[in-house]
């Protein structure tokens, strides 16, 4: 048992729950990009706690964080490019209003 | 055990604020501050990776997160029809679901987090001056490719971002 993984393993598990709970409650686009974002979060802190207490001289778990920062960068500008585009044409970035995305 | 009590402490604690401030984010009815809650909940994931001796990640992590929420804030304020949340608005919908999803979602995590065998622990870290020329020669190395693929893919993120974001000519013109 190491106490120092399980606890940061514990958090990433609530920041996902947490996220879960946001991305399927919110009806607001921005706080779901924002519930999606505290879920890459979460797995940020796992990639780490692996890296750290159990494969520390292996620098690709590293270079993966690099690639989940850059997923997260990505889904902000697609996220917030769709929603001045909607903002724009509907003068709303509510989902419950979008219903004519749902393929 | 592999660190002193006062990391362990000090991760616990960071790892409590993170999740803290994640669920403020989506208790509170003012945009301004659920970005500022996600500003301080993802600072703490900062905190938490310089804990874990993970120095370059920690400090990439705090200053990315920075500006991405401030930009976010921004954002809130600019579509929101009540940014400050003084109308009290209901902005949920399906919340027994998404209950219900993200509490097995934390459940089923745990459940592997503790009944998993995870090994002996490493004791032994690189310093930070050698992780980070580890990591360097690991992007300029063997994941060359990789994280090429990403910043190309950032790129191409941001010009799609832009193109469906900007007016077509004909409305500008109206």
Not at chain 2, 126 to 152: N, V
Request: proline fraction near 3%; glycine fraction near 10%.
């Amino acid at each position: 048992m190491i106490p120092e993984l399980i606890i940061a393993l514990t958090v990433g598990a609530a920041m996902f729950g947490t996220g879960l709970y946001g991305a399927l409650s919110q009806t607001n686009l921005v706080m779901i990009i924002m519930g999606v974002e505290l879920i890459l979060a979460a797995a940020l802190v796992n990639i780490v706690a692996f890296w750290r207490y159990l494969h520390p001289d292996e620098p690709a778990a590293q270079m993966f964080v690099l690639i989940v920062m850059a997923v997260m960068a990505v889904e902000m500008a697609v996220g917030f490019g769709i929603a001045i585009a909607r903002f724009r044409t509907r003068g709303s970035v509510e989902m419950e209003e979008a219903r004519e995305l749902k393929g | 055990m592999t660190g002193s009590f006062a990391q362990v402490f000090f991760l616990a604690f960071f790892g409590a604020a993170a999740v803290w401030f994640g669920v403020v984010v989506f208790r509170t009815h003012s945009m301004v501050r659920s970005a500022i809650a996600l500003l301080f909940s993802q600072t703490a994931v900062g905190v938490m990776f310089l804990l874990m001796q993970a120095e370059f990640l920690g400090v990439l992590q705090i200053m990315m997160m920075a500006t991405e929420m401030s930009v976010m804030a921004i954002f809130m304020v600019m579509f929101m029809m009540d940014p400050g949340g003084l109308g009290a608005m209901e902005m949920t919908h399906q919340k027994r679901l998404s209950l219900w999803a993200g509490g097995l979602g934390l459940v089923g995590a745990l459940a592997v987090i503790l009944l998993s065998d995870w090994g002996p622990a490493a004791l032994a870290i690189p310093a930070a001056a050698e992780q980070t020329a580890e990591l360097g020669r690991e992007l300029l190395g063997r994941s060359m490719f990789i994280f090429q693929s990403a910043g190309l893919t950032i790129l191409t993120a941001m010009v799609a971002a832009t193109m469906v974001a900007i007016a077509p000519e004909k409305e500008r013109k109206s």
